[in-house]
């Protein structure tokens, strides 16, 4: 199965995709607890960083979501239309010297909820897999 989102460069647009999309995801390949707080922390998480930052809350753009439900994974693919960003320059927040910085906690978090996290060349474009389970 396949569901595909254009969602609208404004915050107040993430609540009701990451609910559409989750509800879309109660097929049983995602155990209940992984649909109801990983996938949609971790898509509100992408979501949210594509429109503040990927397109810069302009209402004139959209986020593009994909979503893929195979019997092996769910994978929702996050697209903006900006400019995008290299993920290997965001600093790891664990550290000492970066514990006080906003910059890359939501990477972090994404990584931490998804088995795989996955970027485009550009870095406008992310994958999140969760695997079956």
């Known amino acids: 199965m ?3 989102l254009d969602v609208p460069s ?3 647009y993430v609540g009701p995709a990451v609910e559409l999309i989750a509800g879309s995801c109660t097929s049983g390949i995602l155990s ?9 922390t971790a898509l509100a998480e992408a979501l949210t960083n594509a429109i503040a930052y990927g397109n ?17 994974a769910v994978r929702v693919y996050v697209v903006d239309e ?3 960003f290299d ?3 965001v ?5 000492p010297e970066n514990v006080d910085r906003e910059e890359g906690r939501g990477l972090f978090v994404l990584r931490h909820l998804v ?8 870095g406008n474009a992310v994958c999140l897999t969760l695997l079956a389970g």
């Open 2 to 4: 396949e569901l595909l």
């Open 10 to 12: 404004l915050l107040e």
């Open 32 to 40: 209940p607890r992984r649909v109801s707080f990983n996938l949609r």
């Open 56 to 72: 810069q809350q302009d209402p004139g753009r959209v986020v593009q979501v994909r979503v893929e439900l195979t019997s092996a």
């Open 82 to 84: 900006g400019a995008g």
């Open 87 to 89: 993920p290997s320059l």
């Open 91 to 95: 600093p790891d927040p664990t550290l």
């Open 115 to 122: 088995d795989q996290v996955d970027f485009n060349d550009k």
